[in-house]
């Protein structure tokens, strides 16, 4: 019997272990074996926040890799400081306890300055973007106008929300109904399926999202919503890392890698957004 009891356990112990190491596996195979909430936060290491659904900034490429245009600069800043990046995806709704936590240093995705400036301690801006929409290529929508009564997207969090419950809320009440989701890819989905008319999104988003082959049918209203300029988002306050990553980046702006990086996303409009020094 002891024999008998002894064997089930070793038997229920493997199946535990074999069942662990699997679901281990799958679980960063999406992407969320990204071990980097367990790395030192110190002066070696600069762990950069960002959603890994906003494309050509930062995007997911699988098995828990990230790129991007602002991820490249952030690795080159880190590699000419002797730092460790870690790239963290993060919930973009909880962007600001990320950060006054501590469990990133900045913010660097895409991340609009205007209507934020007190709210952190910021780079110089480095990309004019501006706010479009995208509909489908067979859709009657072709200004800003054709939107009244239609259903919109906008990401949860996102500059252009705050625009459109603001000064451009009478833009967003001529809608039929507006729909903060949590990331754009989710948003583009939803259009492509019809359960929204339109999506409000940042224009290199914009240009990504309707020149990947995985989104074809989309096209892009050739109307601004809002013009705003990119830049790092630092803990207020923070002036001694903001200003010693500024210091690099116009190292970097100086010899031309700025811009170099920025062709590697020139189907994307970032060469012609970039803001030269």
């Excluded at 952030?74 to 730092?83: I, P, S």
């Excluded at 991340?111 to 509909?135: A, C, H, L």
């Amino acid at each position: 019997m002891n024999k008998k009891v002894y064997f089930i356990f070793v038997m229920v112990l493997i199946a535990f272990l074999v069942v662990s190491t699997v679901s281990a596996g799958v679980f960063d195979f999406l992407g969320g074996g990204n071990n980097s909430r367990a790395v030192a936060n110190n002066d070696n290491t600069l762990i950069v926040g960002f959603d890994a659904n906003f494309p050509p900034y930062g995007f997911s490429v699988g098995r828990g890799e990230y790129m991007g245009f602002d991820l490249d600069l952030a690795q080159e800043v880190c590699n000419r400081n002797n730092w460790t990046l870690v790239k963290q995806p993060i919930d973009w709704g909880a962007k600001d306890s990320e950060l006054n936590s501590g469990a990133i240093d900045c913010i660097w995705n895409g991340f609009s300055i205007n209507g934020r400036e007190n709210d952190y301690t910021w780079s110089n801006p480095y990309i004019n973007n501006k706010q479009v929409f995208v509909v489908k290529s067979d859709s009657n929508i072709n200004s800003l106008a054709d939107l009244k009564g239609k259903n919109v997207e906008v990401q949860k969090g996102s500059s252009v929300s705050s625009a459109l419950k603001g000064d451009n809320k009478t833009l967003a009440d001529t809608f039929g109904r507006m729909v903060e989701v949590a990331d754009y890819n989710s948003a583009i989905l939803d259009l492509k399926v019809g359960h929204c008319d339109a999506v409000i999104l940042d224009s290199g988003v914009a240009q990504y999202q309707v020149n990947n082959g995985n989104h074809s049918g989309l096209k892009i209203i050739n109307e601004t919503v809002l013009s705003e300029q990119y830049g790092i988002g630092f803990k207020l306050g923070n002036t001694q890392l903001k200003d010693q990553v500024q210091k690099t980046l116009d190292e970097m702006y100086a010899d031309g890698t700025v811009s170099k990086i920025a062709e590697n996303y020139s189907s994307y409009g970032v060469p012609e957004s970039l803001i030269h020094k």
